[in-house]
């Protein structure tokens, strides 16, 4: 079975002005279906920025980044829009919701983005909305909501489509303590009974003890690739 | 002080295209309202000056008027203490025969000429002549003439030189004393066919036959005598005279009146546009600066500190408007006054632009008071944020639902519609326009409303066009402030120019119907013209019938109840309506009838209105034979004299009003007869009578030329209106694309495609732009409803006419301005980068 997301080599750098700044450096990761990994590292040490290759969200200045057998750059925009709408879910330190839609209109833009018939997905709503327990808050809007419960707005627009990976960058990093333990779970949750692939940007030791692997990220290098966290 | 002078102005300098924006909105404003009051100013010099060209320096007029004996009358030599100068003259027709190459193909034979005799010595006094070329050592008397530089240069004159000129059918040879340049008399209309000659007074009186007479006498007063006590004293003298000044201020006023009020109405418009503008905008900035208003705050700045810092740019834009509109008024004011300039009636009129420090400190503090005002409640909110949530980035802005606004628009719209239709006569202008102003504010406030309830009609037609995209613009659309700002600005636009379209059609159609209400070619009026005026008329070939219209222009006091009757009309019931379109309440030809069964007088319907008048009242008239009762049997459909006129039957008028003679007839030509020739043909036969006509058709196209000249001008206000609306819309757009930096990014991380960016940005733009006009059509309609209770209430009878197509021109207009805003939007939109968009906004 191929990995879930696997790097080769993978290179990014920025322009800061005209200094360029090498944020990646030959990175190889490979991560298997069903793990839950945790990327940990110090600030400005590229980790983020992984995960955003890993999504499509950014491109790699060299290296192949491949989703299953799929190489992300051979793709065209269309083809990683609607990869990102059915493989992959994202979850962002900042939640990141569309300030002026419901709850509801929030978890279903995927399924709106990717032409389906809302209609067709109201059992998975309905599912959906009482996993992150929002029932009675899907007809609200963000700023109605905790962050805890904005947080848990944005797992399930990560899950409604259904896709076997979901990439979150610190999501708990806005979040309380007890925010932190029902988000942390909820993933756990995702993870362990929906078997999907789960990678999480972290700082915290804490978050990082859900998952099952560390991968730590420093000056752009990977230094423990292969060591796991149990 | 210096620091925060320094961050205002990196502020402005800053955001280039905000400060344009602000700038422009405050400099229009202030420019339009600098021109119209500067223009009746303006316009006063230019009409006094053009009437003056005629009448010099005259400050009273002596003529024959309907009651007096003669056209012609003698000067008196009794002393009148106060007058500096009488100076007679003797007018009349006369032509030129031009050459063959010269005639239009074949229509005109000759020129006309307008031969004015005058003493040059009073002339020199009155209205001075100024010589190109001027013989010397002559005395001007015997056939001298004077020729305007036009026409010597059109027919090769010089001075000395010998021209035949045709007066009462013969041919008579003066020599040319000078030819004068063309100002004062000889200012001739470049559109008129006639030119201007002076010859001897006695000379012109000779070939009349009128020695010692004059038709006219100008009256110059000496400095600091009293107009009034002099014109007293020359009414004595020539009691059957009417001695009046050559126009009154009231006069004056009333030609004002008609261009001033709509200019001071569109400018308002335009205001309304910029406060919406500056206000939206300032929501922005405000919103903006909150973090900075925070670190200001946290350091010690007090609120006022801070409100004076936001206070201190408006006041910047405000300030650089303020001298910039005064710069772009006097640039306006010089294009309203030239393009009025060129006067159908009276040709091309000499302008100088006039303005004072009342017009332009107006206009400077207009700018900084709009600028400041409209400002104010943004900046005041921000105020009121407590500086926690300054600090913690924890307040919102203004994004909270105005529950207010959909009241607000029912309250304003009941009220802003009843008030025209409700208000005693004495307010009606004003409160028909609050009731306007009040309307329109009810179609912004219900924005909101409108864009709800239309999104959820067209919900599914969005769907079905745009697919899942339809149905995200909508919600966009319907929960972004910006979207509904851009509907707002573009409603006011469409709006006022709608309004402006369809009063210009409207008038058009008004002026093309009473031109259709008369149902003859031709106006013709020759001094006390008896029977046999028109059966001579009757005997010119081509005209196939003739009307003695009976029509006293003078205004008739009604004394009870107590009104002025612009234009009474005895008519001949067996032939008026062959001639006259008559539309009265009831059976025409039965009211026509009982109309001529007694003292019986029919209204139009504003008289009806404003005498409130019913069938069986009674109307006493102040008339020539005394006071005269007539009893109100019925009322008609007519705007003549925008409104003010009645009519009784013709053999009453010719015994109370004590007219022996019809003021003009109508003439009606054969359907192969040219109205042109047969004109021509009436004005060589009674060119010894003073006679006056002009064909339907010019008459129309002269009125057609003015109308288009003072809607030229609105429409250019209307167009600037819109303008600006579209700058402030493009504005919005930018802004709410930085505002929906992040959501794009967010919908692009959940897999939106670059063409799905792209195509929702212009989804919402074609649904607001689709709004936008529809409720900018919804806005017009509420003001041209409430504009005929306006202008009822100056006295002025008007009736809209909508065109469709102009509503499906505003629905278009609408969305290709929005789709227009939003591509540049679109394009950055699906450039977007999203980790940018999300990490660092």
Do not use: A, L, S
């Given at each position: 079975m191929p990995a879930a997301i696997k790097t080769e080599n993978l290179c990014k750098t920025y322009h800061l002005g005209k200094v360029p700044v090498e944020v990646l450096k030959e990175i190889n990761v490979n991560i298997e279906q069903g793990e839950f990994v945790t990327i940990m590292g110090p600030s400005g040490s590229g980790k983020s920025t992984l995960l955003y290759l890993m999504g499509g969200l950014d491109q790699p200045t060299a290296g192949k980044i491949y989703l299953g057998e799929t190489e992300l750059s051979e793709m065209t925009d269309k083809e990683q829009s609607i990869m990102r709408r059915r493989q992959v879910g994202f979850v962002f330190q900042f939640y990141n919701l569309v300030p002026n839609l419901s709850v509801e209109d929030n978890i279903m833009l995927p399924v709106l983005l990717d032409g389906k018939k809302p209609r067709h997905y109201r059992e998975a709503l309905k599912d959906i909305i009482k996993t992150v327990e929002l029932e009675d808050r899907q007809k609200h809007t963000p700023r109605e909501l905790s962050g805890g419960q904005q947080q848990r707005v944005a797992i399930a627009r990560a899950l409604i489509n259904e896709p076997d990976i979901i990439l979150a960058d610190e999501p708990t990093g806005n979040l309380d303590s007890r925010a932190t333990e029902e988000v942390m779970q909820l993933l756990k949750r995702v993870n362990q009974e929906k078997g999907k692939t789960v990678v999480q940007v972290s700082h915290s030791h804490e978050t990082a003890q859900y998952g099952n692997r560390i991968i730590k990220v420093r000056d752009g290098k990977v230094w423990n690739e292969g060591e796991d966290h149990e | 002080m210096g620091i925060i002078v320094k961050y205002i102005l990196k502020n402005i300098v800053e955001k280039k295209f905000r400060t344009f924006l602000i700038v422009i909105s405050v400099t229009c404003s202030a420019a339009l309202f600098f021109a119209s009051s500067g223009i009746s100013g303006t316009l006063t010099g230019m009409y006094e000056d053009q009437l003056r060209m005629d009448t010099g320096k005259a400050d009273l007029i002596i003529r024959a008027n309907e009651r007096s004996p003669s056209s012609t009358f003698r000067l008196s030599h009794d002393e009148v203490q106060g007058v500096k100068l009488i100076a007679g003259e003797i007018s009349m027709g006369a032509s030129y025969r031009l050459s063959d190459s010269i005639g239009r193909a074949g229509q005109f034979e000759s020129r006309q000429l307008h031969l004015r005799g005058f003493h040059l010595d009073e002339l020199q006094e009155l209205n001075p002549v100024l010589f190109s070329q001027v013989g010397v050592?002559?005395?001007?008397?015997?056939?001298w003439i004077i020729l305007s530089q036009i026409f010597a240069k059109e027919h090769g004159y010089q001075t000395g030189d010998s021209i035949n000129i045709e007066i009462n059918g013969a041919s008579r040879r003066f020599s040319v004393f000078g030819i004068a340049y063309p100002t004062g008399l000889f200012r001739d209309s470049p559109q008129s066919e006639q030119r201007t000659a002076v010859i001897p007074r006695e000379t012109a009186a000779s070939y009349q036959g009128l020695h010692g007479q004059v038709s006219r006498a100008y009256v110059v007063l000496e400095p600091g005598a009293g107009e009034a006590e002099v014109q007293q004293a020359l009414q004595q003298i020539y009691r059957r005279y009417e001695v009046e000044p050559p126009f009154t201020q009231a006069d004056l006023s009333a030609m004002l009146g008609v261009i001033v009020m709509p200019l001071y109405l569109m400018t308002s418009m335009v205001l309304m546009i910029s406060v919406f503008i500056i206000y939206s905008t300032f929501k922005v900035i405000t919103a903006e600066r909150l973090p900075v208003i925070g670190t200001f705050r946290s350091i010690g700045a007090t609120r006022r500190m801070t409100d004076w810092v936001l206070m201190g740019e408006s006041l910047a834009y405000g300030l650089l408007g303020g001298v910039l509109g005064n710069v772009a008024g006097i640039g306006v004011l010089y294009l309203i006054a030239s393009i009025l300039a060129a006067d159908p009636w009276s040709g091309q009129m000499d302008f100088r632009i006039e303005f004072g420090l009342f017009q332009m400190a107006g206009a400077f503090l207009l700018a900084v008071a709009v600028s400041l005002i409209s400002s104010w409640i943004p900046i005041r909110r921000v105020s009121k944020i407590p500086i926690k949530e300054l600090v913690l980035n924890l307040a919102e802005g203004s994004s909270r639902k105005k529950s207010w606004k959909t009241p607000a628009a029912l309250v304003l719209g009941t009220l802003g519609w009843l008030l025209p239709r409700v208000s005693p006569h004495e307010w009606a202008l004003p409160l028909s326009v609050l009731g306007v102003f009040m309307t329109m504010s009810a179609v912004i406030f219900a924005v909101p409303l409108i864009t709800r309830v239309f999104l959820k009609l067209f919900e599914g037609l969005l769907r079905l066009l745009f697919g899942n995209l339809g149905l995200l613009a909508a919600k966009n659309v319907k929960d972004n402030t910006n979207v509904l700002n851009n509907i707002t600005l573009l409603t006011i636009g469409i709006s006022v120019l709608l309004m402006i379209n369809t009063i210009s059609y409207s008038v058009g159609i008004e002026v093309l119907n009473a031109y259709r209400?008369?149902?003859?070619d031709i106006m013709v009026s020759v001094y006390q013209a008896d029977r046999s005026v028109e059966q001579s008329l009757r005997a010119?070939?081509?005209?196939n019938g003739t009307y003695a219209a009976r029509e006293y222009r003078t205004p008739v006091n009604v004394t009870d109840p107590n009104y002025t009757l612009q234009h009474l009309q005895g008519i001949n019931a067996a032939s008026y309506e062959e001639y006259m379109a008559f539309r009265p309440d009831g059976d025409a030809q039965e009211l026509l009838e009982k109309l001529s069964q007694g003292r019986y007088i029919m209204t139009a319907h504003m008289m009806r209105h404003i005498l409130q008048l019913e069938v069986g009242d009674r109307i006493t008239m102040d008339l020539p034979s005394g006071l005269q009762t007539y009893e109100v049997i019925g009322f008609y459909d007519s705007l003549m004299m925008n409104g003010s006129n009645a009519m009784i039957d013709e053999r009453y008028y010719r015994l109370d009003l004590q007219e022996a003679f019809p003021e003009r007839f109508y003439v009606r030509v054969d359907e192969t007869a040219d109205p042109d020739a047969v004109l021509a043909d009436i004005r060589s036969r009674f060119r010894q009578r003073g006679v006056w006509g002009e064909t339907i058709q010019h008459l129309e196209a002269m009125n057609d030329e003015f109308n288009n000249q003072l809607f030229t001008i609105l429409k250019a206000f209307s167009v600037l209106a819109m303008v600006i609306g579209i700058f402030g819309v493009f504005n919005n757009y930018i802004i709410s694309f930085i505002q929906r930096k992040r959501s794009l990014a967010v919908m692009k991380s959940v897999g939106m495609s670059k063409f799905q960016s792209g195509a929702l940005i212009m989804a919402e733009a074609l649904t607001g732009g689709c709004i936008a006009g529809f409720t900018g059509i919804l806005g017009g309609i509420a003001i041209l409803t409430g504009i005929p209770y306006i202008l009822e209430a100056g006295g002025i009878p008007f009736n809209i006419h909508f065109a469709i197509n102009y509503f499906f021109v505003a629905l278009a207009g609408g969305m290709v301005i929005a789709l227009t805003a939003s591509l540049s939007p679109a394009l950055r939109g699906s450039k977007l980068n999203v980790v940018d968009a999300i990490k660092y906004e």
């Open positions: - | 050592g002559q005395e001007f008397t015997g056939n209400d008369w149902k003859f010119i070939p081509g005209v």
